[in-house]
């Protein structure tokens, strides 16, 4: 798949995720094998106003690289402006949102409520293309509703636009995050451009991931829940998709360490205060289905001190030791990575 510069064989990709895909984040979904990773969408109009915590989170760091920027918007006016602002941080591509579904969002007029407006859409698109160096894409949803599903003629727009490539949730806004994606129309999407296309929803582990690229014939795919506490996901897909080889599933030890390194990236990104607080609604996500979690957990998310998280999560990794070396851990043989329903609250 080819955006710009980048030219990686069926890219696995870390979708963009509000209050997830911070800079802690996105670095370790690197380290465990993300292709290509996105930041948290990023409003135009705060960027245009300089609300310090949205430039705050324009901020991308060579060792992500290649890392896109996420803004969403529904004027041109504010797009055009927001997209000069992200291009001085230097991410390898901006990436525009069409599919955000929430109200705060969707219900003035940005994200997937530009689905009905497909001549706005255009013209947002168009004259952000136009309006930086950098490649742009897009990512949307398959249309507003079941009645109104226009993916097609989006997709056709979007490239025309000048869009380098773009990501399909195969749901539409009303959906939400109900049911399960309709793989069928991502694959009608990507017959009818000859742009690159992302395929986005519901991959929760390694089979997933193969089975959507053959389902869909897409150039690449996204994935969001299911990296979430489960940042593995990504060195599996790729090594089963580009080598046809299975890893095993994470261990307890590693997924300890992932926990471990992420209140690392958080403290060290977001200093210790928020760092520690933020991270605390991530513990049950990495640790989910071990012997003895929830007590951990509720030492963890009491805590503000790192060293003492550190403490508590190798005093956890010695109590699976000990049970391990006594025969008692039953691990859950990977299960807990295939349970749909992250303990996070997704306000998204
Ligand atoms: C907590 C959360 C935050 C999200 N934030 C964004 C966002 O900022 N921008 C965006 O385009 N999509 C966002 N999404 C949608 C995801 O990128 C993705 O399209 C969706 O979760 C479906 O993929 P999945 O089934 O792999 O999770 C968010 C989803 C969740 C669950």
Known sequence: ????????????????????????????????GADIVYTEFISAEALRRGAEKSIRKLTVADHERPVAVQIFGST????????????TYEPDYLDINFGCPVKKVAGRGAGAALLQEPEKLSAIASAVARAVSIPVTAKTRIGWDHDSINIIEIVRRLEDSGMQAVAVHGRTRSDMYK?????????????????????NGDVWNAD????????????????????IGNPFIFAQSVSLVRQGVRLPDPSYRERIAAATEHMRLSVEYKGEKYGIVEM???????????????????????ELDPAVIV???????????ALEREGRLKESGGEFLNDHSPKLTLNY
């Open 311 to 321: 403490e508590l999560l190798a005093g956890f990794e010695a109590h699976c030791e």
């Open 208 to 227: 997933d991931a193969a089975a959507m690229f053959a389902a869909t014939g897409a150039d690449g795919i996204m994935i969001g829940r299911g990296s």
């Open 179 to 199: 049911g399960k994606a309709d793989w069928s129309r991502i694959a009608e999407a990507k017959a009818a451009c000859s742009i690159p296309v992302i395929a």
């Open 76 to 87: 041109v006016e504010s797009m055009v402006e927001a997209a000069a602002i992200a291009e």
């Open 280 to 302: 605390r609604r991530h513990y049950s996500t990495y640790l989910k289905g071990l012997p003895g979690v929830s007590k951990v957990r509720n030492l963890l998310v009491r």
């Open 1 to 32: 798949m080819r955006i710009g510069t980048i030219d990686i064989d069926r890219p696995v990709i870390l979708a963009p995720m509000e209050d997830v895909t911070d800079r802690a984040f996105r670095q370790l979904c690197k380290r465990h």
